[in-house]
């Protein structure tokens, strides 16, 4: 079944500290992998798309990383700013057809002062 | 620049009332069109895709209906809305053949 899990849930950091999300995938076959960021009743937006060669890939204070052998992939946040708070949401292409999207539930992220 | 367009931005409904909800593309011709639900906790859901006017494929079997009645327009239906249908609605495009696809602001619907 393809599916994608990620961990944690929810996270809470402090403003200026960095933090790490991790999604795990069972989606085969597999095209790319993107995470995107999605505002409190907002829609997704996308932060960084990576094929099955590429192992990282940076967007200013975002870098995501991606294990094609383990099916692995992190997002991790340098130096957060209050407007970091928000979902962060793992997407898997499933190469099958159309573009299908398998999405993650996401983790939310609050940043504190 | 591609725009896209959602509304309403919220709705609160009654059970077994209808719905309506729009979904506009600008910027760009024959493009791919989704739409997505969100439920709380959970990833997105893709409920209906479109690759051109007239043509909508169903991805699970609900309530609700789809229709694409112009090529940069989306439509998400119910005749009767269930309390079930109550979640965050997403409206996405894509190029053809381009698997990006772009958000819109989407539609919060409580069905009471």
Known sequence: KNQVEQSPQSLIILEGKNCTLQCNYTVSPFSNLRWYKQDTGRGPVSLTIMTFSENTKSN??????????????????????LSDSASYICVVIHSGGYNKLIFGAGTRLAVHP | SQTIHQWPATLVQPVGSPLSLECTVEGTSNPNLYWYRQAAG????????????????????????????????????????LLSDSGFYLCAWSDSGVETQYFGPGTRLLVL
Not at chain 1, 63 to 72: E, G, H, N, S, W
Not at chain 2, 48 to 74: H, K
């Open chain 2, 42 to 81: 959970r990833g997105l859901q893709l409920l209906f895709y479109s690759v051109g006017i007239g043509q909508i494929s169903s991805e699970v079997p609900q309530n609700l209906s789809a229709s694409r009645p112009q090529d940069r327009q989306f439509i998400l239906s119910s005749k009767k809305l």
């Open chain 1, 60 to 81: 200013g204070r975002y870098t995501a990383t991606l294990d094609a052998d383990t099916k692995q992939s992190s997002l991790h946040i340098t130096a957060s700013q």
